[in-house]
């Protein structure tokens, strides 16, 4: 079984705070790597993509991808409490579907 | 423009009955895909559509079908409902398989 992993969380930062969220992957055959934003009670949002090893800024926001170690990660820079969502991590492995990890719950603490 | 556009947002059905959720992805999105939410088990694949075939599908029973039109319109279908599938169902439209999901707004289907 082909497996995204983060950790629930919740995880807890000061506003202004840097936050980094992580997730690991099973398949080594993954070539693409999403992150998404869920707030509660709405479907997820498309924040970054990121295709190969290194960093991807976009604003506020860079994705980290080390696929020698199957690890993708999202660090949130001058963090606030708008940012207080879960961020979902996806694979995408070839065949027509992502594999999506359970989400980790990130809040911002004013 | 136009996301991707669910209906019905709510639901609620008894055991042994079925049901069809519609989703109409955005324009000139030509892949479709259907994702099951529960807080349990995260966001599960169901099916992928692409010009009204279907291209993979995930774990679940028969019970759950899907379908897209030559518009790009998908429906899914879950036949013979029971308590677990009670769940918030999401579509996903993207241009090509490797550009990312854009997710519609969902289903609530609750299962009474």
């Known amino acids: 079984q082909k497996e995204v992993e983060q950790n629930s969380g919740p995880l807890s930062v000061p506003e202004g705070a840097i936050a980094s969220l992580n997730c690991t992957y099973s398949d080594r055959v993954s070539q693409s790597f999403f992150w998404y934003r869920q707030y509660s009670g709405k479907s997820p949002e498309l924040i970054m993509s990121?295709?190969?090893?290194g960093d991807k800024e976009d604003g506020r926001f860079t994705a980290q991808l080390n696929k020698a170690s199957q690890y993708v990660s999202l660090l949130i820079r001058d963090s606030q409490p708008s940012d207080s969502a879960t961020y979902l991590c996806?694979?995408?492995?070839?065949?027509?579907?992502?594999?999506f990890g359970t989400g980790t719950r990130l809040k911002v603490l004013a | 423009k136009a996301g991707v556009t669910q209906t019905p947002r709510y639901l609620i059905k008894t055991r042994g009955q079925q049901v069809t959720l519609s989703c109409s992805p955005i324009?000139?999105?030509?892949?479709v895909s259907w994702y099951q939410q529960t807080p349990g088990q995260g966001l599960q694949f169901l099916f992928e559509?692409?010009?009204?075939?279907?291209?993979n599908k995930g774990n679940f029973p028969g019970r759950f079908s899907g379908r897209q039109f030559s518009n790009s319109r998908s429906e899914m279908n879950v036949s013979t409902l029971e308590l677990g599938d009670s769940a918030l169902y999401l579509c996903?439209?993207?241009?090509?398989?490797?550009?990312?999901?854009?997710f519609g707004s969902g289903t609530r289907l609750t299962v009474v």
């Open positions: 324009s000139g999105h030509r892949s």
């Open positions: 559509y692409f010009s009204e075939t279907q291209r």
């Open positions: 996806a694979a995408y492995s070839g065949t027509y579907k992502y594999i």
């Open positions: 996903a439209s993207s241009m090509t398989e490797n550009y990312g999901y854009t």
């Open positions: 990121i295709y190969s090893n």
